[in-house]
Structure formats: C-alpha cells, structure tokens
C-alpha cells in the first residue's frame, strides 16, 4: 500500500499528474467562479470569488473551460453523466443561461415543476403543486404569509423571511416605465422537471420572468464558499473571504451583515 502511495505521490508531481489532478478537481469537484453582477446581492456580492459544488446535484457532463466546449457525449440526455437530487425550493443555484448555454447564471430556485406562481406589484405568489395543502405546509416551513387568491391558497414572499438577502429596490417604480415582469408577471404552472429561479436582488435581475425556466441538463452545481472577495475599490472584504454560502445566510439572519440595498443597481445577470 505504502509502495502504490508512494508511485502516487511522484506521479502527481509530474506535469502530466499536476494536470490530470488539476482538470479532475475542476471538472467533478469544484469549479471556480466570480460574481460579476448584483443579480444576487445582499446573499452574494460583485466580486466574491467562489467556488461551486460540482456535484451538488449529480455528476454534470464536463466541458473545456472558458470555451465550453463538452469534453464527453450527453448519454442520458440530460446534461449529467450521474443524476444527483434535483435542486429544492430555496437553493442557490449555478446553472447554464437557457438562451447561451455558455454563460453561467446563478439565481434562486423559488419554484419548481407543478408550482403555480405569479407577480404582483413586486410581491411573489407561490402555490405549491398548485394544492392548497401543500402550500400551507410550505408556509409553515419558510414562516410566511398564507393567502387566498380567486379561491386558491398562496405562499406570499415565501422566501423572505427566511433569506434576508432578498429584497426590492423602493427606487423602482412602474411609473418610470421599468420592465414589467419586476411588477407583474404570470400566473403560470411551472412545466414539470423544470425550475423557474430569480435573483435575490429582485427589482434589478434577469430571470426566469424575462427567459423562463431551466431544465435539470442546465443544471451545474451550487455555490460552496468565498475564497476571495472585494469591493468596487480593490478593497478586500476579510469578513466573507473563507465562509459558506449558509455561513453568510446565517449571518444575514442575525444582522451581523448589512449591506445598503442602493449599492450596485443595475441591469445584470
């Protein structure tokens, strides 16, 4: 056994170790990212470096860096090589833009495939499995607001309170002309296997109110931790270098963070 790690050992310190090593880790572990946008802030900020949990949600099929090019043939059809759980309400996830599948987004799962929803003046209406029962067990969950709506039971704002960096802008009105699925959107069912996400930063976020759902096969993985972060000045933010994703969350929930909601607003992904 000693003799096999040490022929490892001198492999994995030859270019050709270094790189297979190098490419394995990138390609089924973790993957670095950096958020260049304020689709998601208070929750994530421009800037934070970080890495995403591959195999979150199963194996996805590799691709060539910075070109996105598959390395592999889509056997299942469905963009893994091995399916995994399929994200949930209220995840954070790393997915492939549907229009270019290229670029990579990351929003929030706030509905998935059987879920009824739709947008009014800014506020979020989710009926879940569109059941009354079921919504109202989801409510309890997330501690939100039950409503009723044309005879049916809706989840008002269910993510709200649990996720504080989700918040709207008070600047964006409708009289200015703003892009009118911010304000009112839907109502429709979400097609079945699909998952309809928005951003946390929800007056300043394109999503699926302005492209619609993603499929399973889009799916990459979900943000793990910050490994570096830093303002718009190049100044570094050590209070979120080396935390989780639910290590900051956490964070939000207590007030330890605070961010001014007027930092950053504009069109993003």
Known sequence: MKEKFYKFYKWSNTWQGTIVLV?????????????????????????DALFAKKFAYG???PHLPWIEIPLLPDFKGNGHLIDGPKPKRGDIVIFRYPINEKIHFVKRCVAKGGDKLFVKDKQFY???ENNDQKTINFANK???KIVDVNGEKFVLNPY??????IHH?????????FNAPVF?????????NEFFMMGDNRDHSADSRFWGTITYSQVVGKPWFIYMSWDDNYKIRWNRVGKSIDEIEDELRSGILKYPITEG???VE
């Open 23 to 47: 490419l394995t880790f990138m390609f089924f572990i973790a993957q670095a990212f950096l958020i260049p946008s304020g689709s998601m802030k208070n929750t994530l900020l421009v800037h």
């Open 142 to 144: 997330m501690k939100a």
């Open 160 to 165: 709200s309170t649990i996720h504080k960096g």
């Open 169 to 177: 802008d008070p600047e964006i009105t409708q009289n200015e002309g």
């Open 126 to 128: 989710l009926r879940i």
């Open 59 to 61: 194996v996805p099929i």
């Open 265 to 267: 607003h504009k069109r």
């Open 184 to 192: 009112n959107y839907g109502p429709i069912i979400v097609p079945e």
